[in-house]
T-cell receptor, first 116, second 113 residues
Framework: GAGVSQSPSNKVTEKGKDVELRCDPI?????LYWYRQSLGQGLEFLIY????????KSGLPSDRFSAERTGGSVSTLTIQRTQQEDSAVYLC??????????????FGPGTRLTVL | GDSVTQMEGPVTLSEEAFLTINCTYT??????LFWYVQYPGEGLQLLLK?????DKGSNKGFEATYRKETTSFHLEKGSVQVSDSAVYFC????????????FGKGTLLTVNP
């Protein structure tokens, strides 16, 4: 079956512009996660959704970052007024059923964001 | 907070050599432990996992044992192949409010024929 998909695969933007990154999880997966991967920071957790709710937003690096999920499916990560330090690969993952520490998280291919 | 420390690479081996990538962790409670692999040009994928002490995860000839007493989850393979060349990430999930994976920095493995 189809895996996690993300769009766009690459995004180049100018400093100060807003960007939206999209994630389509595996059908039926109720838990969804956003991470980012950068050379300096490695893989960092950003936010987690159970259904449409995000119980803990403390992983978002600043108030320029926001995320939503609708219909228990698609999620959008929005970065406002992008800065050069936002350049990274943004990864989305999903897992089956209610989130649990033992559940495998299935990752998408990522969106490479470059802020000029 | 949770943290994962893994052996820094890069690691370069000849085909059929023995592989060990060390991983130690700090976590609250009893986390689940994972090894993820990222092949060139591909996304992260689960290689193996263990969810409680003394469990051994295994897949594709790779193994790792959850050692609570040493807080370790070292990855091993007896005979590596060129196709094993990839970046390997050790990770843990201790649940909490967000069920996040906490990753190590990754180890780049290159296997030469």
């Amino acid at each position: 079956g189809a895996g996690v998909s993300q769009s766009p695969s690459n995004k180049v933007t100018e400093k100060g512009k807003d960007v939206e990154l999209r994630c389509d999880p595996i059908s039926g997966h109720t838990a969804l996660y956003w991470y980012r991967q950068s050379l300096g920071q490695g893989l960092e957790f950003l936010i987690y959704f159970q259904g449409n709710s995000a119980p803990d937003k403390s992983g978002l690096p600043s108030d320029r970052f926001s995320a939503e999920r609708t219909g228990g499916s698609v999620s959008t990560l929005t970065i406002q007024r992008t800065q050069q330090e936002d350049s990274a690969v943004y990864l989305c993952a999903s897992s089956l059923g209610f989130a649990g520490p033992e559940n495998e998280q299935f990752f998408g291919p990522g969106t490479r964001l470059t802020v000029l | 907070g949770d943290s994962v420390t893994q052996m820094e690479g890069p690691v370069t081996l000849s085909e059929e050599a023995f592989l060990t990538i060390n991983c130690t962790y700090t976590a609250t409670g009893y986390p689940s432990l994972f090894w993820y692999v990222q092949y060139p040009g591909e996304g992260l994928q689960l290689l193996l996992k263990a969810t409680k002490a003394d469990d051994k995860g295994s897949n594709k000839g790779f193994e790792a044992t959850y050692r609570k007493e040493t807080t370790s989850f070292h990855l091993e393979k007896g005979s590596v192949q060129v196709s094993d060349s990839a970046v390997y990430f050790c990770a843990l999930n201790s649940g909490g409010s967000n069920y996040k994976l906490t990753f190590g920095k990754g180890t780049l493995l290159t296997v030469n024929p």
